[in-house]
């Protein structure tokens, strides 16, 4: 698939589970700990990681851990990973706070991010969207310069579908004062190509788009390592969307 980049301008220790202390479970946590602060955290194992997150170890977590591995656990639903032997509420609350404390200090929120073109779109949802085993939308609203003005999440579904609401959708942008937009969303099965219902749908949010004088700029489909741009793909229902294809392919918005 071709990828255009031109621009398109806690508790502590020992704390009790289930009545009992957990504290003699993890007797590695201390040396764990000690080559976090002499070694760096990138020192450590997986298991060790989430030991020292969870403050009293992994218990009986460990062997779920273990079998399935970090990148399964990540993945996981919020409720089915709740669910899991030994993870419970508090649990995964940190695991997921931890998670997404990450992705935004890797997205360097101080700054606003000035997005161009699709790929820059990918790069910039992938570390989010691209680890989900469920369906979410969202839509990125822009002001005239193409900066980023907010990123609302205004769906989640499941793993092969996700409803929209298109007054959830334009109450986001209506609230930022968008002039400019980009709708996203994950396929959960890694394929990125775009549905029939995909495609029916951005062409009933663009008409609401263009009622409302909002320029949509393109949506972008995030698959595994992968995406589609209907923009490039010419399918983008929008009047304007032959310019923007020829900007997309050569020059600045």
């Known amino acids: 698939m071709e990828q255009g980049g031109e621009a398109w301008a806690e508790p502590g220790e020992g704390e009790a589970t289930g009545g009992r202390s957990v504290r003699a ?49 990540v993945q996981e639903d919020p409720r089915v990973l709740c669910a899991r032997r030994g993870v419970g509420p508090a649990r995964t609350s940190r695991l997921l706070a931890a998670l997404e404390l990450g992705r935004r200090a890797q997205r360097s929120p101080e700054k606003r991010p000035r997005l161009r073109n699709p790929k820059e779109v990918h790069a910039y949802l992938a570390p989010t969207l691209g680890a989900l085993r469920r369906e979410v939308f969202h839509v990125l609203c822009f002001n005239p310069r193409n900066v980023l003005v907010q990123d609302a999440r205004v769906a989640e579904g499941t793993l092969s579908a996700c409803p929209v609401d298109p007054r959830e959708v334009f109450a986001a942008v209506l609230a930022s004062r968008a002039t400019a937009i980009v ?57 304007e969307r032959e310019g923007r294809r020829k900007c997309v392919s050569g020059g600045s918005w």
């Open 25 to 73: 479970r993890s007797p590695g946590l201390g040396d764990a700990r000690e080559r976090l602060f002499r070694l760096g955290a990138e020192a450590l194992t997986d298991l060790e990681l989430l030991g020292l997150l969870w403050t009293e170890g992994l218990g009986d977590a460990a062997d779920g851990v273990a079998r399935d591995g970090l990148k399964a656990l």
């Open 183 to 239: 709708f996203a969303h994950n396929h959960p099965s890694g394929d990125p190509e775009p549905s029939v219902q995909d495609v029916g749908l951005t062409e009933h949010l663009a008409r609401a788009a263009g009622i409302l004088g909002v320029k949509l700029l393109d949506h972008v489909v995030v698959g595994d390592g992968a995406f589609v741009s209907m923009l490039e793909r010419g399918i983008l229902p929008d009047s």
